[in-house]
């Protein structure tokens, strides 16, 4: 089974939205010519879910400016501006995103107290979403991961699928993806790679 899972590709990463990554919007039809490809058996989004009052938010901070490292439950955390709120436009996937075809949705991030980049776990490393057991019984071996943003949500969703993964082949979408900044991409690319990722383009799948 191959698996495509799009992280975050929602309006609140895309620029008019409220931590909008540059050029975010540009990977939408990336995405949905990889959803087109018929290369995957299973495609599954990810979805940033949170309260109004959540802890990530400089908001709830008394004198924290945002894009500042604050504190969330005794561990550092970015000072995120107000994002992906539940039940508004922020929150929704881009509206071009074909998704007739995904197949799970799996929301994160509802938690005030914590904050979670991965798909399949919250930032404290205790809280699984059960993702990574879905994919299990689905019996999944190949797994594409793409999305916003490459930095944050893409890379530790990446590094997550090969840790609770282990066998499934696990790629990081370069161009169906974008970052917060240059020096984080640069990173999140290295960390990955290190971690046994290929690295390709959605030119490598459809081919
Ligand atoms: C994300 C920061 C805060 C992401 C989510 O999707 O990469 N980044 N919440
Ligand atoms: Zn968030």
């Not at 945002?66 to 996937?93: I, S």
């Not at 995103?97 to 197949?103: E, M, T, V």
Request: aromatic share 6%.
């Amino acid at each position: 089974m191959k698996a495509l899972l799009l992280v975050d590709i929602q309006n609140g990463f895309c620029p008019g939205g409220n931590l909008a990554v540059e050029g975010g919007h540009e990977i939408v039809p990336i995405a949905n010519a990889l959803i087109a490809s018929g290369r995957y058996d299973l495609v599954v989004a990810s979805q940033d879910w949170h309260p109004a009052n959540h802890g990530s938010f400089a908001s709830q901070h008394e004198g924290k400016n945002v894009f500042e490292l604050g504190e969330l439950g005794g561990q550092p955390q970015m000072m995120w501006p107000d994002h992906c709120v539940q039940g508004t436009a922020d929150a929704e996937f881009h509206p071009d995103l074909d998704n007739a075809k995904i197949d799970l949705v799996q929301r994160k991030g509802e938690n005030p107290l914590v904050d979670s980049y991965s798909a399949f776990r919250d930032n404290a490393g205790d809280a699984l979403t059960g993702l990574d057991g879905y994919l299990r019984d689905k019996r999944v071996t190949e797994l594409d991961v793409c999305g916003l943003a490459t930095d944050y949500c893409v890379r530790f969703s990446v590094e997550d699928a090969v840790e609770f993964l282990p066998g499934v082949k696990v790629r990081f979408v370069e161009d169906a993806s974008r970052g917060i900044t240059a020096e984080g991409i640069a990173q999140a690319i290295a960390s990955m790679r290190a971690k046994g990722v290929d690295v390709i383009n959605s030119a490598d799948i459809m081919r």
